[in-house]
C-alpha cells in the first residue's frame, strides 16, 4: 500500500486500546506508564475505575509508587551552593597557610578537601547540564522507571500511540463497519474525521489469484474518477492499511488487478463500503 505503515501491525504487548489491555489483564504492565502520565485523561479514568475494585490493585498502585519514587530519587533537582560560598573559602584557605609554620609540611585541611568537593561537584553539574537539560531528563525518566522496575517498554507503547494506524483506530471519533468479502473474509473499515483518515483491515481473504493483486480506492464525493490508494499481494494483504483524505470520500472501493495496480478499477467491484465522514 502506498500509504500503509510498511510492515503493518507490529505485535506487542499492549493492544490498541487501554480497555481491551485491563480487558485482557494487563492493568500491572500500565502501571509504569500511568505513573509517567503518558495516558489521556479518559484512559486514565478507565485505569482508576478499573483498579478501585481488581484483586491486582494494590499490586498496581504499589508499582506507581515505585516508579514515582525512582524517578524523584534519580533526577532530584541539585541545589546551587551560595554565590558566595567558593570566595569564603578561597579567602580562608589563604589565611590558614599564612599562619601555618614553615618548617613544617602543610597536612591537608578541611577547607582544600571542601574545595576539592566543591570543584568535583560543580563540574559533575556541568556534564549533567550537557547532556541535554529537560530533554535528558525526560529521556532518563522513562527509562528509570523501565528499568529499575523491570517494566514493560515505556517507548514502545509511546510508539504504538504515535504510529499513523493507532492515531486512526484509537481515534475518540473512530468509526468502524464490517463487510463479508466475496469468496470468504471479512474487510473491516475504521475511520476518523477528525485524523481525516481511514484503516483498512482484510481478515481471512484468500490471496488474489497468481498475477493479480487486491487494489484499494477511494470514490470521491463530487462524483469525479476513482483514486488509487495502493494495491495489497499476498503478503501485506492481512495487514493494515491507513489512507488519508477522509472528508473528500463518499466510499472505499476494493477490486481485483494485475500485479502493480491499475490507473482505473477493472470491473466488477469486489467491494464497495460507504464511508461516514
Do not use: C, H
Amino acid at each position: 500500500m502506498s500509504e500503509n505503515t510498511g510492515g503493518g501491525f507490529v505485535r506487542r504487548m499492549f493492544a490498541n486500546d487501554i480497555a481491551t489491555d485491563l480487558a485482557e489483564g494487563r492493568a500491572l504492565e500500565l502501571a509504569e506508564i500511568y505513573a509517567l502520565d503518558a495516558l489521556s485523561d479518559p484512559e486514565r479514568a478507565l485505569i482508576d475505575n478499573y483498579i478501585k475494585d481488581a484483586p491486582e490493585g494494590p499490586q498496581f498502585l504499589e508499582r506507581v509508587r515505585q516508579a514515582r519514587e525512582t524517578l524523584a530519587v534519580s533526577f532530584a533537582a541539585e541545589e546551587e551552593p551560595p554565590a558566595a560560598l567558593f570566595g569564603n573559602i578561597m579567602d580562608r584557605i589563604t589565611k590558614d597557610a599564612a599562619t601555618l609554620p614553615t618548617s613544617e609540611p602543610a597536612a591537608p585541611s578541611v577547607a582544600t578537601a571542601g574545595v576539592d568537593d566543591l570543584a568535583a561537584a560543580r563540574a559533575k553539574r556541568g556534564e549533567r547540564r550537557r547532556f541535554g537539560g529537560a530533554r535528558g531528563w525526560l529521556v532518563g525518566a522513562a527509562a528509570a522507571a523501565v528499568i529499575a522496575l523491570g517494566g514493560v517498554g515505556v517507548g514502545a507503547y509511546v510508539a504504538a500511540q504515535n504510529d499513523p494506524v493507532n492515531q486512526v483506530l484509537q481515534a475518540q471519533d473512530v468509526q468502524k463497519k464490517t463487510a463479508p468479502v466475496p469468496g470468504g473474509g471479512t474487510a473491516t473499515i475504521s475511520a476518523s474525521s477528525a485524523k481525516d483518515s481511514f484503516v483498512v483491515l482484510m481478515d481471512g481473504v484468500a490471496p488474489a489469484p497468481d498475477g493479480k493483486v487486491y487494489q484499494l480506492w477511494t470514490l470521491p464525493k463530487d462524483g469525479s474518477a476513482p483514486v488509487p490508494q495502493g494495491t495489497m499481494d499476498a503478503e501485506t494483504l492481512s495487514k493494515p492499511a491507513v489512507v488519508k483524505g477522509l472528508s473528500s470520500a463518499s466510499s472505499v472501493a476494493i477490486t481485483v488487478e494485475p500485479t502493480g495496480g491499475s490507473s482505473s478499477p477493472t470491473l466488477p467491484l469486489v467491494l464497495v463500503v460507504a464511508l461516514s465522514a
